[in-house]
């Protein structure tokens, strides 16, 4: 593609605006868990004289007589939102006898058997195997590819290059489950990857990819231009530039991107329902299977459910900061 | 070509070589085969794993198929008329709809209210915005599972409590009673999604410059009224491309279904992605589940079209993701 200079500008400044919201849209559920750093900051940098005066009205405000009910909606709003979890988290605790006789009571006492037999059975772990198997193939897929196709995309002018994007962008577009039967039928008959950690993991990685490409392409047309022409003054070819200065750079969109991938992945159930059995099932189908199995084994399911919300949980906590940490970092520029 | 490249021969229209045009010469081929070689394998993965079946979807749809043998029963529109006069197929429609609008009605005041709340200078809020977000974090299936035992008819714990402040449950649970099981699932869904919601509004929060506010401040108005007309405003295109993430995950919804109810009683919450899943697995009509797909296709297609066109066009910069759905 031939654009003006001017024009190029432009696309530029309209992508870096993109990638903005997109980061925004994406990446800020995670910005703003982790800590009100954003607010924070910008808070605690403008201590001027003056902002003491503005600051005043608004604590007053949080503190007045209007803060106790403010206190009162968060409590509620908290108890709603963990109840269910924290109830099926303590009802692994109990015996079905004591969800029977008192449904809404505490453990009383403890029972730590539920979780025992589910720690101690090989299903789980199998399931948990072949889970983080394929998180890992479908996230490292998803982020090499990704990577790879958003270079060029970004970076090289060429004629196909907006309508090559464009390709992935509509792929946004196009749900997992429209192509679901022909995809079961490709997998299983054509690849004969049925039953595979593989035959689950391309596919999902496919699916992310548009995502991916339109998240890390703004992070690296967003690497300053001098950066590249500075590089190659010191003889770097552009595959080397790519290696050496981008891959670098744009480690923190990697990251997010790889954190999207790896808990869709993770929490995915419609491809792996239809495409994995027996042994090679992933813990969203053991949870499914568990439930409808031992369904008036309640206290059990909850102990399952419970063993296998924690590793999703864990994992998202952990990589909060890092993903707040990418996305604040280098892109700004 | 990149700006790496000094100004190649035949250049000369171009003044400073930056933008030179890709004109013959090794070093075209050269970044021909570059930009081959870094697309290739999204583009392979990409067109075996999405493009390939959808392709075949269309195709499955113009035949009858019971998923063994050749593909030589071609019917062609037969199958679109099956799903379009099939009342289950409709019902779908109409609760997926359904679900997209109540999604938006319930989710945005109130994911608006708590982001508002949260936006708040409250000791904790860090821990509140991490809480809000675990139901989103969690798999579908998952959460489903819970609540689908907490939902249990005459012994779980919803409506034990129910019972303590003097109301029965239904006789066949919320889930078994065909009046009662989408409304259920609107609030299971709201439970899961409205973290979402919450912390996209947040961020929007965010770009909400403190010195608006303070000036409404000085000029009198009360913490309501800078809400209302100062900071909602600027969310507008927050709560848009919310919005727009919330429908086309609504017309897609499946897990959640499957897990709490399988699209019963009486079809009372099927959607389309469990009627095709359904007729697909269960019945091995892959003509009549490749058709709903195309359908479902096509109804987010135009939903996201319009979508585009009429709301998310004042926001250039969602307009530039979306732009080439127009």
Redesign the interface.
Same mark, same amino acid.
């Not at chain 1, 031939?2 to 200079?5: A, D, E, I, K, Q």
């Not at chain 1, 910005?31 to 009100?36: E, G, W």
């Not at chain 1, 090559?164 to 490709?186: D, N, Q």
């Given at each position: 593609m031939?654009?003006?200079?001017s024009m190029?500008g432009s696309i530029h400044e !309209?992508?870096d605006? !993109?990638s903005? !919201? +997109?980061g =925004? =849209?994406l990446a %800020?559920?995670s +910005?703003?868990?982790?800590?009100?750093q954003? %607010?924070g900051q910008?808070?605690g940098d403008?201590h001027t004289p003056g902002s003491g005066r503005?600051r005043a009205?608004?604590?007053r405000?949080?503190r007045g007589e209007?803060g106790v009910l403010?206190?009162l909606?968060?409590l509620v *709003?908290?108890a709603? %939102?963990?109840g269910?979890?924290l109830?099926?988290v303590l009802?692994g605790f109990r015996t079905n006898a004591q969800?029977?006789a008192?449904? &809404?009571g505490l453990p009383d006492p403890w029972v730590l058997d539920n979780y025992r037999r589910v720690i101690t059975g090989s299903t789980f772990w199998t399931y948990a195997l072949n889970s983080v198997a394929i998180a890992v193939i479908t996230t490292v /897929?998803t982020v *090499? &590819?990704?990577l790879? &196709?958003a270079?060029?995309?970004a970076?090289?002018?060429?004629r196909w290059r907006e309508p090559? $994007?464009?390709? @992935?962008?509509?792929?946004?577009? $196009?749900?997992? %489950? /429209?192509?679901?039967?022909?995809? $079961?039928?490709?997998v299983t008959r054509d690849l004969s990857l049925g039953n595979t950690w593989w035959g689950v993991a391309?596919?999902q990685?496919? @699916?992310a990819?548009?995502m991916t490409? *339109?998240i890390l392409r703004p992070f690296l047309m967003a690497i300053p231009?001098e950066m590249?022409?500075a590089?190659?003054m010191d003889g770097a070819s552009?595959?080397q530039?790519f290696w050496r200065v981008l891959l670098p750079l744009s480690a923190p969109g990697a990251i997010t991107v790889g954190v999207l991938a790896f /808990?869709g992945s993770?929490?995915?159930?419609?491809l792996p329902l239809?495409l994995l059995r027996g042994e090679m099932k992933t813990?969203?189908?053991g /949870?499914?299977d568990f !439930?409808s199995q031992y369904s008036s084994d309640?206290a059990g399911?909850?102990a399952f459910?419970t063993l296998?919300?924690i590793p &999703?949980?864990i994992f $998202?906590?952990a990589m909060?900061k890092r993903i707040v940490n990418g996305l604040q970092g280098a892109v700004k520029g | 070509m990149t700006s790496l490249s000094v100004p190649p021969r035949g250049a000369t229209t171009q003044p400073t070589g930056r933008t030179a045009r890709p004109v013959g010469g090794g070093r075209d081929w050269r970044m021909a085969g570059e930009i081959l070689l870094f697309t290739a394998p999204a583009l392979t993965i990409f067109g075996l794993f999405v493009v390939w079946p959808i392709l075949r979807a269309v195709q499955f749809s113009l035949y009858r198929w019971k998923g063994f043998g050749p593909l030589v029963d071609f019917v062609g529109l037969q199958n679109y008329v099956a799903v379009l006069t099939n009342e289950v197929f409709r019902g779908a429609v109409g609760h997926n709809l359904f679900i997209v609008v109540a999604s938006i009605l319930i989710q945005l005041p109130l994911g608006l209210g708590i982001a508002l709340l949260l936006n708040r200078r409250i000791r904790g809020r860090g821990l509140l915005r991490t809480i809000i977000f675990v139901p989103y974090v969690l798999a579908e299936v998952i959460a489903g599972v819970v609540w689908f035992q907490l939902l249990q008819p005459g012994r779980g714990v919803v409506e034990t409590l129910l019972g303590t402040v003097g109301l029965d449950g239904p006789y066949q649970g919320f889930l078994g009673t065909p009046e009662l099981a989408m409304p259920t699932l609107m609030v299971v869904l709201t439970w899961k999604y409205v973290g979402l919601a919450v912390l996209l509004f947040l961020a929007g929060l965010q770009g909400v410059p403190d010195e608006l506010t303070e000036a409404a401040q000085i000029d009198g108005a009360t913490w309501w009224q800078i809400q209302r007309r100062v900071t909602i405003p600027l969310l507008g295109p927050t709560i848009r491309t919310w919005a727009f993430l919330s429908m086309i995950g609504s017309l897609q919804l499946f897990d959640m279904v499957w897990i709490l109810t399988g699209g019963g009683p009486a079809n009372a919450t099927t959607t389309m992605a469990t009627f095709l899943v359904n007729e697909g697995t269960k019945r091995q009509n892959y003509g009549i589940a490749a058709a709903a797909s195309v359908v479902l296709f096509v109804i987010a297609l135009t939903m996201a079209v319009l979508y585009q066109r009429f709301v998310l066009r004042r926001d250039t910069s969602d307009a530039d993701v979306l732009r080439g759905v127009r």
């Open positions: 031939s654009t003006p200079m190029r !309209s992508s605006r !993109s903005r !919201s +997109t =925004a =849209a %800020t559920p +910005t703003s868990t982790v800590t009100d954003p %607010t910008a808070t403008r503005r009205p608004a604590e405000n949080g209007g403010v206190y909606a968060a *709003v908290v709603l %939102t963990l269910p979890v109830y099926a009802g969800l029977a008192d449904p &809404a /897929v *090499v &590819a990704g790879m &196709a270079y060029p995309l970076r090289y002018q060429f090559l $994007f464009m390709v @992935f962008v509509v792929g946004l577009l $196009f749900p997992a %489950t /429209v192509a679901i039967i022909p995809l $079961f039928i490709l391309l596919p990685a496919a @699916f990819l548009p490409i *339109v231009r590249e022409e590089a190659i552009r595959l530039f /808990v993770w929490n995915a159930y419609l239809l813990l969203p189908l /949870v499914a !439930s309640t399911v909850f459910t296998a919300m &999703a949980l $998202f906590l909060q | -």
